[in-house]
């Protein structure tokens, strides 16, 4: 009852209990409640780390403030709280809230990095995101639902680069995303790939030009728990270059070229 308090904000995974970090897995083994959104985080991951006699609290039937609350008496009661947040906890992950309160509370606070939905559907694409010469930014974004968009994060400026962009939170509403997407410019055979519960056992995975999006969207009956990916690097065409780093004309700290003397002059620069 009198231990020191602290909130651990967890980075949970994708869903594949596997996916979950050592870390996540010591510090959920540690905690007195542990609080998890049923929709996003497998049950079993949680019961399979929560130490016996925790308290373990799904977060989605309660209100912020009395997510608050818990962390309130956690502090007065001298207790660990482990917030399982899906994915990595610092995208989307409505945790800017959660740190606020904590130091309105005076309680400390650290955050485990977790694996990010976008890590896991670039895995079950099989596919690399950023490829030389073809598109080396990587856009996190959203459409505006009912969280409206800064005035200078519209989805189809964003479009305007033709890079790979990941869309969270958007494939409600696919015919719009569709709309945003060409109108910022993408061609409409521009390659798109779905991923719904990514690494869970149900995942499903979509492929097609960005001009079939809303029908294939709509046509699976996806409408949450996915990711849009969109931009070149998703196609599968011969054109993608190949990274400097492997190349055999270039020398880095690890892998030097024929003379190591000027290597290692230019290295201490
Ligand atoms: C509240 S955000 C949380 C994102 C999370 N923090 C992350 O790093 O993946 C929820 C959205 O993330 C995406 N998402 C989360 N888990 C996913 C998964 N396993 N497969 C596909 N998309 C997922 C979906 O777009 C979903 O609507």
């Not at 974004?141 to 790979?164: C, I, K, V, Y």
């Not at 060409?182 to 869970?200: N, Q």
């Not at 046509?219 to 190349?247: C, E, N």
Request: glycine share 8%; charged share 25%.
């Amino acid at each position: 009852m009198s231990g020191a308090a602290k909130v651990w904000f967890v980075g949970a995974g994708p869903g594949a209990p596997d996916l979950l970090t050592l870390r996540a897995a010591k510090v959920i083994g540690e905690a007195d409640i542990v609080i998890w959104a049923r929709s996003l985080i497998d049950e079993q991951t949680v019961r399979e780390h929560a130490r016996p006699g925790a308290e373990v609290v799904p977060s989605d039937e309660r209100t912020l403030e009395e997510v608050v609350a818990l962390y309130a008496r956690a502090k007065a009661q001298g207790l660990v709280v482990a917030r399982l947040q899906s994915g990595d906890p610092t995208i989307y992950g409505a945790l800017h809230e959660q740190l606020e309160a904590c130091r309105r509370l005076a309680l400390p606070f650290e955050i485990v990095p977790g694996v990010s939905s976008v890590s896991a559907a670039g895995a079950a694409l099989g596919q690399e995101l950023t490829i030389p010469e073809v598109s080396q930014s990587l856009i996190f974004t959203r459409r505006p639902t009912r969280t409206s968009m800064p005035d200078n994060e519209e989805l189809q400026a964003f479009a305007a680069h033709g890079t790979t962009m990941a869309l969270f939170l958007s494939v409600r509403r696919p015919r719009e995303l569709q709309q945003d997407l060409l109108d910022g410019g993408y061609a409409p055979d521009t390659p798109c790939a779905v991923v719904y519960k990514a690494s869970w056992p149900d995942e499903v995975v979509i492929r097609c030009a960005l001009q079939d999006l809303a029908a294939e969207v709509r046509g699976a009956k996806i409408t949450t728990q996915a990711l849009v990916l969109v931009g070149p690097a998703l196609g599968d065409g011969p054109d993608a270059g190949r990274s400097h780093v492997y190349d055999p004309g270039y020398g880095h700290r690890y892998r030097r070229l024929g003379r190591p003397d000027r290597y290692r002059k230019a290295s201490r620069g």
